[in-house]
């Protein structure tokens, strides 16, 4: 069953914490990451394990007795599972700094706070068998590596898509253009994702569309083309109907006709075309933005045995393949779609599809370094957080 990114995904991030960068300092996560080292090798299991998770990451049964990948692996590990809901990805980077959590599955706007803050450790991927299949395209990404150093496990990813009502939209889009365009014939009727991670979108399609500004990377934005940026989502906002950060959210706006076109995820296409609803999708010909959530051990762990035993699980074939099916993405483990119930599961979100996932800017966190000759000089998180809160008005 697909379903489950329902109270997940930055709802509506606020300013928590400073980007990591924030200060000036010049390293690929921010300069300050952690001084914590990997585990050298696995021990006796400490008999539990505290996790913080998007909610449907980690089901025991309790939400839908037919769902439970948590119990087989307290009872094959003897590590008991107590989890906290994350709703947020600032939330989760707050209850990471406060030691009492083994773990967290982060999100890519997350992950680099939590690198240099030193809240996280790196992990020893040798202790974690079920490493092997991770597509290799989700490894060793800027996520979730710093200077070659593996800070997480790759739990499952996706894209964030143009959707439109069929009956509505008569000519089938192929750019975002259609959602920037300030005079829309869909005007009220537009949507789009309700968070400063979003600005990412605008920049992408300014990548392709206004190649002058030299944008290489949608995350690593300098004052012009953060700029350029801002002043197309201000543009846009005239058209915007409503904002949206939850998905059950959307599909009402779409089955209402309160939207008609506008940022989506697969699933929720899937949801309403399950209900009736005439809805077609597309990877929009600039390419898209999406994520690639990451299993990241703290550098405070109480359990650290029972997380590694935990991060090897999750992205074990048959569980990663419960857990994406639940949850509605892609799964990490390359064996794992061997396994889903659905056996067009896969193929729905191009889980194998390289091509199709060469053209996904995964969320990042933005941060001062440029990544490149700019230096320090582009904008970091708690300036797209400011910037967010004056598009929106």
Known sequence: MVRRRTFVLLTALVLVLAACGGDGDGGAGGGGATKATALAQLGEGEGRVDLIAWAGYVEDGSTDPKVDWVTPFEKQTGCNVNVTIGNTSDEMVTLMKSGKYDGVSASGDATLRLISA??????????????????????????????????????????????WRTDVVKQAPDSWGVVFDPNSPYKGKVTAYDSPIYIADAALYLKATKPELGITNPYELDDKQFQASVDLLKGQRSVIGEYWSDYTKEMSAFTNRNSVIGTTWQVIANLLQGEKVPVELTLPKE????????????????HPNCMYRWMDWIVSPKANAQVAEYFGEAPANRQSCAQTAD???????????????????????????????????????????????????
């Open 287 to 302: 390419g898209s933005t999406g994520w690639s959530d990451t299993w990241m051990i703290s550098s405070k762990a109480q």
């Open 343 to 393: 056996k067009n599961h896969c193929a729905t979100f191009h889980a194998d599809d390289e091509d199709y996932f060469g053209k996904v800017a995964y969320w990042t966190t933005p941060i001062r370094n440029c990544g490149d000759n700019r230096g320090n000089t582009c904008k970091d998180y708690a300036a797209w957080v400011q910037a967010w809160t004056e598009i929106k008005g």
């Open 118 to 163: 030193g809240d996280v450790s790196p992990v020893n991927t040798d202790l974690v068998p079920n490493y092997k299949d991770v597509y290799d395209a989700l490894k060793n990404k800027p996520h979730n590596t710093v200077d070659g150093v593996n800070y997480g496990i790759p739990h499952g990813r996706g894209a964030n898509l143009l959707m």
